[in-house]
């Protein structure tokens, strides 16, 4: 089995069952909760760049009324609007995949530091401003 990790604006992290036989488009669009729009496929975050990972993103955010996606902008190391897909790929091919449980696992917990490392940064601000 493998998988997709879905992070929505509100901060949810969710892995989500992949099926390597059917296309990836609709199982991305519904990743992304959406139906029939474009999205943007940013290049994998420079910390994990070996691991063959991209992340893909609504570039309407139609769906999510535009709020920025403070934890997969953090991951990604760029703005991220909406809600955002984390996949592998096949360096082969080029041809998109799902992620191994170990690299789903490895993933969220790149997840969970990039937040944690935003959230010390925003506390650092909070109690500068108090100053």
């Known amino acids: 089995m493998s ?3 879905q992070i929505t604006t509100t901060g949810e992290i969710e892995t989500l069952d992949y099926d390597g036989t059917a296309p990836s488009l609709p199982q991305l669009l519904r ?10 496929r940013l290049d994998a975050p420079g910390h994990i760049r070996s691991e063959h990972i991209t992340v893909w ?3 309407e955010a139609i769906t999510n009324d535009g709020r920025l996606n403070f934890i ?13 897909v984390i996949s592998g790929f096949n360096t082969e091919t080029g041809d998109t995949v799902g992620l191994t449980a170990d ?7 790149e997840i969970l530091r990039a937040s944690d490392r935003v959230s010390e ?3 650092v601000l909070a109690r500068l401003a108090q100053l």
């Open 72 to 84: 997969a902008s953090a991951y990604a190391g760029t703005p991220i609007i909406g809600t955002a």
């Open 103 to 109: 690299q789903a696992a490895e993933a969220r917990d």
């Open 31 to 40: 990743a992304l909760s959406t139906e029939d729009i474009t999205v943007d």
């Open 3 to 5: 998988h997709l990790i």
């Open 121 to 123: 940064r925003f506390g």
């Open 57 to 59: 993103a609504d570039d």
